[in-house]
Nanobody, 124 residues
């Protein structure tokens, strides 16, 4: 397993942008598929973006397509989530996750490791 630490959350106005980062420990990071999910108060966790070990495959949830971009830098053991055109409904705790199979999966149950989360709040 890898240890994951998210950063970059905060308060932003609607229409603004944020970039989340997830730093992973361990030399095997490049073998992992990575994903971002979020959970708003009173709602189920929603997977928003995922990327394969090589970065060659990415998938997005319908609610964020065209606004969010997931990327990774294997040399820095870091995965990013660039969030543009933010909306109040994007407010949630955002979690980074790692899948040891290396693929890009949109299913939370398939991930081995999770970070502690970072809060994103979008004001209207």
């Amino acid at each position: 397993q890898v240890q994951l630490v998210e950063s970059g959350g905060g308060l932003v106005q609607a229409g603004g942008s944020l970039r989340l980062s997830c730093a992973a420990s361990g030399r095997t990071f490049r073998r992992y598929g990575m994903g971002w999910s979020r959970q708003a108060p009173g709602k189920e966790r929603e997977f928003v973006a995922t990327i394969s070990w090589s970065g060659g495959n990415t998938y997005y949830g319908d609610s964020v397509k065209g606004r969010f971009t997931i990327s990774r830098d294997n040399a820095k053991n870091t995965v990013y989530l660039q969030m543009n055109s933010l909306k109040p409904e994007d407010t949630a705790v955002y979690y980074c996750a790692a899948d040891s199979r290396g693929i890009a999966s949109m299913f939370s149950r398939e991930y081995d490791s999770w970070g502690q989360g970072t809060q994103v709040t979008v004001s209207s």
